[in-house]
């Protein structure tokens, strides 16, 4: 069965430091991956996507993560965070052959101290 | 207008009301999804529709009810609603998913039900 872990509910930084949200995932064969993100009382947008291309995949606003197959990870990084990433992230796998179906992580909220 | 629009943005009812939810997608999708978000919960996919058909509902109670008239409308009907239902209804579009779509969910902005 397909599943996506994220493994801090809770991610505290400084404003200009780097974010690092992690993801590991399971799956039996080559999914899609896919970060989002949600601002308070705001539907999701999606930052990246990963479709079996180049691993490491760039986004919106500066994100990017890196699929690691033999760690199946895909931890989503910035390298400075700014006080407008102040929200909840979502890691989202859609299993082969399942019709587009999302499974979603628990989320991570983000926040990002002046 | 672009994107995927849901109104009302937000709806306070009593159990005994009946009300609807609406999604409309300027996208050119084929596929719209409901999907219900509680506090403190994973996202819960409620019903798919493809190409106007219903292809999915994950065991949602019958007191929600959904109707697709075409690919860019997608409405949830609600009746004799339950206080566990107050939550975030979100509605989601993408293109046609197919058996293998690696194509991402556009969603819009919500309905914030609140159930008294």
Redesign the interface.
């Known amino acids: 069965a397909q599943s996506v872990t994220q493994l801090d509910s809770h991610v505290s930084v400084s404003e200009g430091t780097p974010v690092l949200l992690r993801c590991n995932y399971s799956s039996s064969y080559s999914p899609s991956l896919f970060w989002y993100v949600q601002h308070p009382n705001k539907g999701l947008q999606l930052l990246l996507k990963y479709t079996s291309a180049a691993t490491l995949v760039k986004g919106i606003n500066g994100f990017e993560a890196e699929f690691k197959k033999s760690e199946t990870s895909f931890h989503l990084t910035k390298p400075s965070a700014h006080m407008s990433d102040a929200a909840e992230y979502f890691c989202v796998v859609t299993p082969y052959n399942q019709g587009g179906k999302l499974i979603f992580g628990q989320g991570t909220e983000l926040s990002v101290k002046p | 207008e672009t994107g995927?629009t849901?109104t009302p943005r937000h709806l306070v009812m009593g159990m005994t009301n009946k009300k609807s939810l609406k999604c409309e997608q300027h996208l050119g999708h084929n596929?719209m999804y409901w999907y219900k978000q509680s506090a403190k919960k994973?996202?819960e996919?409620m019903f798919?529709y493809?190409f106007k058909e219903q292809?999915?509902n994950n065991s949602v109670p019958s007191r929600f009810s959904p109707e697709c008239p075409n690919s860019s409308h997608l409405f949830l009907h609600l009746h004799t609603l339950q206080p566990e239902d107050s939550a975030l209804y979100?509605c989601?579009s993408?293109q046609d998913?197919?058996?293998?779509?690696?194509?991402?969910?556009?969603?819009?902005?919500?309905t914030?039900l609140s159930i008294l």
């Open positions: 995927v849901q596929a994973p996202l996919l798919v493809n292809t999915e979100l989601a993408s998913p197919g058996g293998n779509s690696n194509q991402p969910q556009h969603f819009g902005d919500g914030r």
